[in-house]
């Protein structure tokens, strides 16, 4: 099992979400950065469990995990044998704007 690897705007969005929720309340940042890594593990064990994003170029066999009492998600796309997170997006904000950072999967 290869770990997966975050782009820098990916874990630059889950730092700023996991300080907005901490600045919520004490301590509720650091369960959403384990509800992250427990939703990436899976993503790692088992990496098919995701609902496949079907406006996306099927190359990269983007999926979605969503998180457990989060709305935010996981988007992975695969590279080769490499996983990579392509964003950690919130349910209702801004869809696709994940979609300029799949250059960067091919570079």
């Known amino acids: 099992m ?47 469990a995701g609902r496949l994003e079907q406006d996306a170029p099927e190359r990269f066999e983007l999926r979605w995990y969503n998180l457990k009492r989060f709305p935010y998600a996981l988007l992975v796309g695969s590279v080769g044998e490499e996983r990579v997170v392509v964003a950690v997006a919130h349910g209702r904000r801004r869809p696709g704007y994940w979609r300029h950072r799949l250059v960067k999967l091919e570079s």
């Open 2 to 48: 290869t770990p997966l690897r975050f782009l820098p705007e990916a874990t630059a969005e889950a730092r700023e979400a996991a300080a907005w929720y901490e600045e919520r309340r004490v301590g509720l940042g650091d369960e959403f950065i384990t509800a992250l890594m427990d939703r990436a593990r899976k993503a790692e064990a088992v990496p098919g």
